[in-house]
């Protein structure tokens, strides 16, 4: 079993930063695949950014792409998502997922078998 423990959401204005933490913790994941979604408000979970956490390699939705950033640090068994040049339209539920295997990150939720709790990112104008 694995854990996800979100922190760092929170209530900015366009154009500013923010970044989003996620705590792993439980059996190794070393060969685990990591991924943020976020939900708005009457709107479908939507893929945001997708890395394998033993290669790094990454993967982002076009909405996000040059503006967000994930990474993770093996030291501290967490994994983050640099927002940068917020958007009222990114306003949502933040949520970190990890999958068993890293082969293949898909975009879908439901391929996501372990989930954070969520955290609020509200960006206003």
């Known amino acids: 079993q694995v854990q996800l423990v979100e922190s760092g959401g929170g209530l900015v204005q366009a154009g500013d930063s923010l970044r989003l933490s996620c705590a792993v913790s439980?059996?190794?994941?070393?060969?685990?695949?990591m991924a943020w979604f976020r939900e708005a408000p009457g709107k479908e979970r939507e893929f945001v950014a997708a890395?394998?956490?033993?290669?790094?390699?990454?993967y982002y939705a076009d909405s996000v792409k040059g503006r967000f950033t994930i990474s993770r640090d093996g030291a501290k068994n967490t994994f983050y998502l640099q927002l940068n040049s917020l958007k009222p339209e990114d306003t949502a539920v933040y949520y970190c997922?990890?999958?068993?295997?890293?082969?293949?990150?898909?975009?879908?939720?439901?391929?996501?078998?372990?989930w954070g709790q969520g955290t609020q990112v509200t960006v206003s104008s």
């Open positions: 997922a990890a999958r068993g295997t890293a082969t293949i990150l898909p975009a879908a939720s439901r391929f996501y078998s372990y």
């Open positions: 890395i394998r956490w033993s290669a790094g390699s990454t």
């Open positions: 439980g059996r190794t994941f070393s060969n685990y695949g």
